[in-house]
């Protein structure tokens, strides 16, 4: 078998380390003189968080008032104050402290010292469309909250809030899909390249006559003699069945041998079926096909799917093999 994979793998997903570091740069210097942050929740967008993530020491980001007490007892049992950051709610309503918490801790000075406070920030709901007026007002009111607190370096945006202009770049900004390549912002393109590859493997190829049908339900049925790839990966790895192909729906499209190729019929648990009948050369067992890469965006398939390009990369699944490339130090 070629490239190396265990047999039991779907596919391959390839993680451009220098790529993610390339990002950084870009965004880095787009927002200076602010700082530039990188989130790796959800295990670094499903990419492998552990070759990230170099920080130790890290502080925490407390989001409620009972985590900030939880975390200043900490403080009082070690005899110093403790590293954190704290998220306060600008109205996304989700995590971070109300602002009648704001103002609860604000006339708590005893905790607020069992804190070594680094960060006061808060996440926007809406930062992805520049028009929205929601944007403006949650920095309005993340201004009027953190007023309240310590003079502590401040961050609001994100992958798509950093695209909003200096005015929401505060001290940090926090981007983590446009780090992995991600176009978050629908007022531009964001200054970053793809770094992901996922890959699958074309198991067999099946030649059909016309009037043939492929996959369940028969939702598929071909219109001349076709060449049928059978691909190992399905809605178990995170190919949304949402993908497939339907009567009046093209399916989504895959890169076979470097050439566009729709999915046909019904993407099932472990499989995909490609019409492979137009791909030029030969075709082989074992031969990778590419799902998701520079040809392919993540968001592509996120539209296709009927979704946002974060949770295509959030669910691909555990039976991908993730390889790390490049990734020398900053
Ligand atoms: C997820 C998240 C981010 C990063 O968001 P991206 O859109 O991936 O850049 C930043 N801040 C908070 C609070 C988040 O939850």
């Known amino acids: 078998m070629p490239h190396n994979l265990p047999p039991d793998a779907t596919g391959l997903i390839t993680i451009d380390l220098d790529a993610v570091q390339a990002n950084w740069r870009a965004l880095a210097a787009l927002v200076a003189p602010a700082a530039c942050g990188a989130v790796v929740k959800a295990?670094?967008?499903?990419?492998?968080?552990?070759?990230?993530?170099?920080?130790?020491?890290?502080?925490?980001?407390?989001?409620?008032?009972?985590?900030?007490?939880?975390w200043a007892c900490e403080a009082f049992r070690v005899g110093r104050a403790v590293p954190a950051a704290l998220?306060?709610?600008?109205?996304?309503?989700?995590?971070g402290l109300s602002a009648a918490e704001v103002k609860a801790?604000?006339?708590?000075?005893?905790?607020?010292?069992?804190?070594?406070?680094?960060?006061?920030?808060?996440?926007?709901?809406?930062?992805?469309?520049?028009?929205?007026?929601?944007?403006a007002k949650q920095r309005a009111a993340f201004n009027r909250r953190r007023a309240m607190l310590p003079p502590v370096p401040a961050s609001l945006a994100a992958s798509d809030g950093l695209m909003l202009g200096p005015p929401y770049?505060?001290?940090?900004?926090?981007?983590?899909?446009?780090?992995?390549?991600?176009?978050?912002?629908?007022?531009?393109?964001?200054?970053?390249?793809?770094?992901?590859?996922?890959?699958?493997?074309?198991?067999?190829?099946?030649?059909?006559?016309?009037g043939e049908s492929v996959g369940y339900s028969a939702t598929?049925?071909?219109?001349?003699?076709?060449?049928?790839?059978?691909?190992?990966?399905?809605y178990a790895d995170g190919m949304a069945r949402a993908l497939s192909a339907a009567s009046g729906k093209k399916g989504a499209s895959v890169m076979v041998a470097g050439q566009r190729a729709p999915i046909v019929g019904r993407v099932s648990m472990d499989l995909?079926?490609?019409?492979?009948?137009?791909?030029?050369?030969?075709?082989?067992?074992?031969?990778?096909?590419?799902?998701?890469?520079?040809?392919?965006?993540?968001?592509?398939?996120?539209?296709?799917?009927?979704?946002?390009?974060?949770?295509?990369l959030t669910r691909l699944g555990p039976r991908f093999v993730r390889r790390h490339t490049g990734g020398g130090r900053i």
């Open 272 to 312: 995909i079926t490609v019409d492979v009948t137009d791909v030029t050369g030969e075709l082989r067992r074992g031969e990778l096909v590419t799902l998701i890469g520079p040809e392919l965006p993540i968001e592509a398939m996120g539209r296709a799917a009927g979704t946002i390009g974060y949770e295509v």
């Open 105 to 135: 801790l604000a006339a708590k000075p005893e905790v607020l010292a069992a804190l070594d406070l680094r960060l006061v920030m808060s996440h926007l709901a809406c930062a992805d469309d520049p028009s929205d007026p929601h944007n």
């Open 43 to 70: 295990d670094a967008y499903g990419l492998g968080a552990a070759p990230l993530l170099l920080a130790a020491g890290v502080a925490p980001v407390l989001s409620s008032l009972a985590e900030v007490e939880e």
């Open 169 to 210: 770049h505060f001290d940090l900004v926090r981007p983590g899909y446009a780090l992995y390549g991600g176009q978050a912002f629908r007022g531009g393109a964001t200054p970053v390249s793809p770094v992901v590859t996922v890959q699958a493997r074309i198991l067999q190829i099946r030649t059909l006559k016309a």
């Open 220 to 234: 598929w049925v071909a219109k001349r003699p076709s060449r049928i790839a059978i691909v190992s990966a399905g």
């Open 87 to 95: 998220q306060i709610d600008s109205g996304l309503n989700r995590l």
